[in-house]
C-alpha cells in the first residue's frame, strides 16, 4: 500500500476512534445529574452545566471532528478540532482550535515556524475523511516547494474552501482562519478594538469567532456576565445564527440596537432623515443630562419630622448644603435622590442622638424612609419618568431651549419639536432614534447593567447616540467593533474611527485592518473600487485572495427576458436578486409569472403561518409553494429577493443587481446612495449581472450607451 494511502487509513481510523472516545465522554455526562448538588440551587446549576456539555459533546457526523494536525519539533502531534476529545486516560486526542497549543496551526510559517515542524489539513467530504495535504516548516529554503514571500505554502484544501460555491446561511471558517484574523480572535478580552475591513475580508466571521474563543478562554466570567452580538437588522441575524452554535456556544446573545433598546417602549413611528440625525448627535447626550439634572431644585424650607412629642428639624440651609454636596458626588440620578434622604435623616439622627437617645442600627433608615423625608425629598428632588421627560422636550420649545441652549441652533431646536404634539407621554409614537435618548435618559437615572464583552457588525452605521447605548452596556466590559467606513448607509453614520471610539467611551481602543479578501472575486471589486474616491477617499479596495476573476455583465434587458436568460433555476450555488426597495412587490410578481420559487429576505417573520400553510399544500415537487412562489426560508432557498436596504452583510453566489440609479436615488443623499450601491456590488462570490437603464451613475465611470460597458466585461 503506497504510504499516502496507509497513512490516509490510519488517519481514518484514528477519526474513528476519536468519534468514540466523544461517544465515551457523552455517556459520561449522560450519567451524572443534579442530585450530586448539595442543595436546590447548586442542582439547578449543574443540571444546566451539564445540559450545556451534553450539546457541546454532540456527535454530528456531518460536521469533521478534526480538521487540521500540528507534529512538534518536540515529537508531540495534536489534531485540532471544534472541540476537546480525550482518550479514556484523559490524553488529548482533539484539541479545541482556541486552546494555545493551537496557535501554531493557524499562524506558524516556514520563516517563523512556532515550534511546529510540519501541519496537516483535511479533507471531508459529509463527514468522511477524504484526503490530508501536508506543509513541511523546516524546509527554511524558500525555493523549496511552493513557499511563496511570506513563508506560507499553497494550499489546495484552503483554496477549495475560500472558492467553494456559497449557498445558504454563513458558515463558520475554523478550519482555514488565516494569521492576521487569527490575530484579531485571540486578541486580550480587555482590548476593545476596531476591525476596518473592505467588504468580504471576513469581518464578521472573525468577530463570531472571537466571541467564541473569549468564551473559552474566559467561559465562567462571561457565560456569568454576558456577551452581546449586534447585528444591523433581524435577517442579517438570521443569516449569522448558526456560526457561534456551530462552534459549540450556543450562550452568546444576538441581537439589533432596536432590540436593545426595545424595552423603553414599542417603535411605532418614523421620522425624516435630518430629525433621526440630530436625534443621534452626541450632543443630545448634554441636552439630555440638563434636562434630567434640572429638577433638582433648592431647598426653601425647613424640613420638620414629628416624632413622639418631639418635632425635629433640617433648616433650608443645611437641606440646600446637602443637596449640594450630593451632587458633588456625581452619582446616577436616582441614587442621588436615595443619598438625600439619608442626608437629611442623618441631619435627623445626629440631633436625637445629642439628646442622648440610644438609637439602634437601623434607624438611620427608618428616618430615611419616614413620609416628612421622603416627601421633603421628593419635592425637592423628584423622580423622572424618561418618557415624560422626552415628551416635555419635544412639545415644550421653551424646555428644550433652555437646555440645549448653546448646543443646538434654534434652527435645530426648531426641528426636534413636534409640530403636533401628542396629547400625553403615553400616547406619544417613539421612533427608534427616540428610544435611543430614552436609553440615554434611563441611564442618567439609574447605571445600565454591563456585559463581559460585545461583538458589533457595522458599526460604522450607528449613530453618536446608539454606539453610547452599546458603550454603557459595556461599561465594565469590552467592544469588538467591526466595519467599513466606506459601506456607511445610514446618513448620521460615523466618518472616523477615534469618534466611535470616543462615542463608545473606549478611547483606548484600537483599529485593526483586513485587507484580504475572500468573498468578492477581481473583476467585481475592480468595478465597486470606482466608486471608493468618491465615498471613502483614502480607503483601499481588498486584495482578492480568490483565484477566480469572477464574471461581471452588464445589461439593459427586460427584467422578464433576463430571468429567463440568466438561467437561475440551473445555478449553483446560491442566487441573490438585489432590487430597489420600492421594487420589490413588482419584481416579486414577475417572478411569480416566471414560475421561480423564491424567498424575500426580511419576509420570514411575516411569512409566518399562512407561508407554513401555503408550503404544506405544495406538491411533492416543491415548486407552488403560493401563488407568486415564495419560499418563506430565507437563505434555504436557492434564490432570494434582496430589497438593497437589506442586502448590507449578507453574500450570495451569484448577484443579479436591479437598477442601481434607483439605488442610488432612494437614499436621503448622493454619497450615501453611492455608499449603499457599493454594498450591493460587493455580495457577489462568482458572478454579478447588472441590468440597468441609460442611467448608471457616472462614479463607475462606465459609458453605458453602448449597454455592455467597455473595459469590465467579463
Ligand atoms: N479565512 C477564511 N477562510 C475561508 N473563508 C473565509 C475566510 N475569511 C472569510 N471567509 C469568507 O469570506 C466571506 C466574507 O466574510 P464576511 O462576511 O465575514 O466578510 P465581511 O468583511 O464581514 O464582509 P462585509 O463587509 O461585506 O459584511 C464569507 O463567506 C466567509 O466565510
Redesign the pocket.
Known amino acids: 500500500m503506497p504510504a499516502d494511502v496507509s497513512e490516509l487509513a490510519a488517519e481514518r481510523e484514528f477519526l474513528a476512534e476519536a468519534r468514540s472516545q466523544l461517544g465515551r465522554m457523552r455517556d459520561r455526562v449522560a450519567a451524572l445529574d443534579g442530585s450530586y448538588a448539595g442543595n436546590w440551587v447548586s442542582a439547578e446549576v449543574l443540571e444546566a452545566t451539564l445540559a450545556r456539555r451534553m450539546e457541546q459533546l454532540t456527535d454530528d457526523p456531518e460536521i469533521p471532528l478534526f480538521f487540521g494536525r500540528i507534529d512538534l519539533l518536540a515529537g508531540e502531534t495534536f489534531h485540532i478540532g471544534r472541540r476537546h476529545v480525550s482518550d479514556p486516560d484523559g490524553e488529548p486526542m482533539v484539541v479545541d482550535w482556541r486552546a494555545p497549543v493551537s496557535t501554531p496551526f493557524y499562524r506558524a510559517t516556514a520563516k517563523e515556524p512556532m515550534g511546529i515542524g510540519a501541519r496537516r489539513r483535511y479533507g471531508f467530504a459529509r463527514g468522511h475523511l477524504t484526503a490530508f495535504e501536508d506543509e513541511s516548516l523546516t524546509r527554511g529554503n524558500p525555493a523549496d516547494g511552493g513557499v511563496d514571500d511570506d513563508g506560507a505554502t499553497h494550499s489546495e484544501i ?1 483554496e477549495a ?2 472558492e467553494r460555491p ?1 449557498s445558504g446561511p ?4 475554523v ?4 494569521p492576521e ?1 487569527d490575530v484579531i480572535v485571540r486578541m486580550p478580552l480587555e482590548r476593545t478594538l476596531v476591525v476596518q ?12 469567532h472571537r466571541a467564541a474563543y473569549l468564551l473559552y478562554a474566559h467561559r465562567e466570567q462571561l457565560t456569568r456576565r454576558g456577551v452581546l452580538v449586534v447585528g444591523p437588522n433581524k435577517s442579517f441575524l438570521r443569516y449569522i445564527r448558526d456560526v457561534l452554535p456551530a462552534l459549540g456556544e450556543i450562550h452568546a446573545r444576538q441581537a439589533t440596537i432596536e432590540e436593545i433598546v426595545g424595552d423603553h417602549a414599542p417603535v411605532r413611528a418614523a421620522e425624516g432623515a435630518d430629525v433621526a440625525t440630530l436625534k443621534g448627535d452626541g450632543r443630545m447626550a448634554e441636552v439630555l443630562r440638563r434636562a434630567v439634572w434640572s429638577h433638582v431644585g433648592t431647598p426653601e424650607e425647613t424640613l420638620v419630622l414629628p416624632r413622639g412629642s418631639f418635632r425635629w428639624r433640617v433648616p433650608a440651609y443645611e437641606a440646600r448644603e446637602a443637596v449640594e454636596q450630593v451632587r458633588a458626588r456625581d452619582v446616577r440620578y436616582s441614587l442621588g435622590a436615595a443619598q438625600l434622604r439619608h442626608a437629611l435623616a442623618h441631619r435627623v439622627l445626629v440631633q436625637i442622638e445629642e439628646t442622648g437617645d440610644a438609637l439602634d442600627d437601623k434607624a438611620w433608615d427608618v428616618l430615611a424612609r419616614t413620609k416628612p423625608v421622603r416627601d421633603y425629598a421628593a419635592a425637592v428632588w423628584p423622580a423622572v419618568d424618561p418618557r415624560r421627560l422626552l415628551f416635555r422636550l419635544f412639545s415644550d420649545a421653551e424646555f428644550l431651549a433652555e437646555h440645549a441652549d448653546g448646543l443646538l441652533s434654534d434652527a435645530e431646536q426648531a426641528l426636534l419639536v413636534w409640530a403636533r404634539p401628542p396629547r400625553t407621554a403615553g400616547s406619544a409614537r417613539w421612533t427608534t432614534a427616540d428610544l435611543v435618548l430614552l436609553d440615554e435618559v434611563t441611564d442618567l437615572l439609574d447605571r445600565t447593567e454591563s456585559v463581559a464583552h460585545i461583538v458589533v ?2 458599526a460604522q452605521d450607528l449613530s453618536a447616540m446608539m454606539l453610547r447605548s452599546l458603550g454603557r452596556r459595556a461599561a465594565t466590559g469590552s467592544l469588538t467593533v ?3 467606513l466606506a ?1 456607511a448607509t445610514t446618513p448620521w453614520a460615523s466618518r472616523d474611527w477615534a469618534d466611535v471610539l470616543g462615542h463608545l467611551a473606549q478611547p483606548d481602543g484600537h483599529v485593526e485592518q ?1 485587507t ?5 472575486p477581481a473583476d467585481v471589486i475592480e468595478l465597486a473600487a470606482r466608486l471608493l474616491p468618491s465615498i471613502a477617499p483614502g480607503l483601499e479596495p481588498p486584495t482578492a485572495v480568490r483565484r477566480t476573476r469572477g464574471r461581471l455583465r452588464f445589461t439593459t434587458a427586460p427584467l422578464d427576458d433576463l430571468l429567463v436568460e440568466v438561467g437561475i433555476a440551473d445555478l449553483e450555488g446560491s442566487v441573490g436578486l438585489i432590487v430597489p426597495d420600492a421594487d420589490v412587490p413588482h419584481v416579486r410578481e414577475a417572478l411569480g409569472a416566471v414560475g421561480l420559487t423564491f424567498a424575500v429576505v426580511g419576509e420570514q417573520e411575516d411569512a409566518g403561518p399562512g407561508a407554513a400553510a401555503a408550503e404544506a399544500e405544495a406538491g411533492p415537487d416543491g415548486d407552488a409553494l403560493d401563488p407568486a412562489g415564495l419560499d418563506p426560508s430565507e437563505f434555504e432557498s436557492h434564490l432570494d429577493l434582496v430589497p438593497a436596504s437589506l442586502a ?4 450570495f453566489d451569484h448577484v443579479v443587481l436591479l437598477d442601481p440609479a434607483a439605488i442610488v436615488a432612494a437614499e436621503p443623499n448622493h454619497a450615501t446612495g453611492l455608499r449603499r450601491l457599493y ?1 450591493c456590488l ?2 457577489a ?1 462568482t458572478s454579478l449581472v447588472v441590468r440597468h437603464d441609460d442611467d448608471l451613475p457616472p462614479e463607475l465611470g462606465l459609458d453605458a450607451r453602448a449597454g455592455e460597458p467597455a473595459g469590465v466585461v467579463g
Do not use: S
Request: aromatic residues 2%; proline residues 2%.
Open positions: 484552503l474552501e475560500i456559497r454563513m458558515r463558520d471558517i478550519a482555514t482562519i488565516q484574523q475591513g473592505a467588504p468580504g475580508t471576513g469581518k464578521t466571521a472573525v468577530g463570531l457588525d457595522e467591526l466595519g467599513d459601506q483586513l484580504a479578501g475572500f468573498r468578492v448590507k452583510g449578507l453574500e454594498v460587493t455580495r462570490v
